[in-house]
């Protein structure tokens, strides 16, 4: 069993910088894909970025590539997003989440494929 809880979010300007962190418990083995996602208002839940607990496989959606980056912290045992340079359009719940499968080649985008999920962490983005 997982337990994650995102942190970081909050109300900026267009142009202000946020870091989210995603703190897991539990055990996490380096195949796992720990994900971030966001949910827009009216819209469905959308990849973000993955990467394997390992460090490796690092994967953004093709709208994401360049803007956010995806770490982790091994002994903190934490997920960051960072988030430079924010857009109106990057208001959402964002989403930490996690990918068990001991199969997956590549982060999987789709949000059912991951297994524990954080209660999520809200980014308001004003212009």
């Known amino acids: 069993q997982v337990q994650l809880v995102e942190s970081g979010g909050g109300s900026v300007q267009a142009g202000d910088s946020l870091e989210l962190s995603c703190a897991a418990s539990g055990n996490l083995f380096s195949y796992y894909f720990m994900g971030w996602f966001r949910r827009a208002p009216g819209k469905e839940r959308e990849f973000v970025a993955a990467?394997?607990?390992?460090?490796?496989?690092?994967m953004y959606a093709d709208t994401m590539k360049g803007r956010f980056t995806i770490t982790r912290d091994y002994g903190s045992k934490r997920v960051y997003l960072h988030m430079p340079s924010l857009k109106p359009e990057d208001t959402a719940v964002y989403y930490c989440?996690?990918?068990?499968?001991?199969?997956?080649?590549?982060?999987?985008?789709?949000?059912?494929?991951?297994?524990?999920w954080g209660q999520g962490t809200q980014v308001t983005v004003s212009s």
């Open positions: 990467m394997r607990w390992s460090g490796a496989g690092t």
């Open positions: 989440a996690v990918d068990r499968s001991p199969d997956r080649l590549v982060a999987a985008k789709a949000p059912g494929l991951y297994d524990y």
